[in-house]
């Protein structure tokens, strides 16, 4: 079992920066894919981005291609999801995420394990 703690949300202003971490404790992450997902009021959950275990393979939703770059350190059981050019419709609770299966699987992933999120506001 994984436990993941998010990090780093605020509010910002359109056009701005911000970095949000996710830490990990218990089984190691290296074999797993970790994505970020985001949850606007009144809307569904989405993908907002994932990154396999060795890192070298990257998945992001369109609408923040260019913007966001997602990152892992495994040695310090991290991963980061850089924000730039943030827009309004950015605003949501972000959570991170781990799969439960090995593996690269991108969005498609069985996400079984999830932290409590962390809330990103973007104002125009």
């Known amino acids: 079992q994984v436990q993941l703690v998010e990090s780093g949300g605020g509010s910002v202003q359109d056009g701005g920066s911000l970095r949000l971490s996710c830490t990990a404790s218990?089984?190691?992450?290296?074999?797993?894919?970790m994505g970020w997902f985001r949850q606007a009021p009144g809307k569904e959950r989405e993908f907002v981005a994932a990154?396999?275990?060795?890192?070298?393979?990257?998945e992001y939703e369109d609408s923040v291609k260019g913007r966001f770059t997602i990152s892992r350190d495994s040695v310090k059981k991290m991963v980061t999801l850089q924000m730039n050019s943030l827009k309004a419709e950015d605003t949501a609770v972000y959570y991170c995420?781990?799969?439960?299966?090995?593996?690269?699987?991108?969005?498609?992933?069985?996400?079984?394990?999830w932290g409590q999120g962390t809330q990103v506001t973007v104002s125009s």
């Open positions: 218990g089984r190691t992450l290296s074999m797993y894919t």
């Open positions: 990154i396999s275990g060795n890192g070298l393979s990257t």
């Open positions: 995420a781990s799969t439960s299966t090995w593996g690269w699987a991108g969005r498609s992933g069985n996400f079984g394990s």
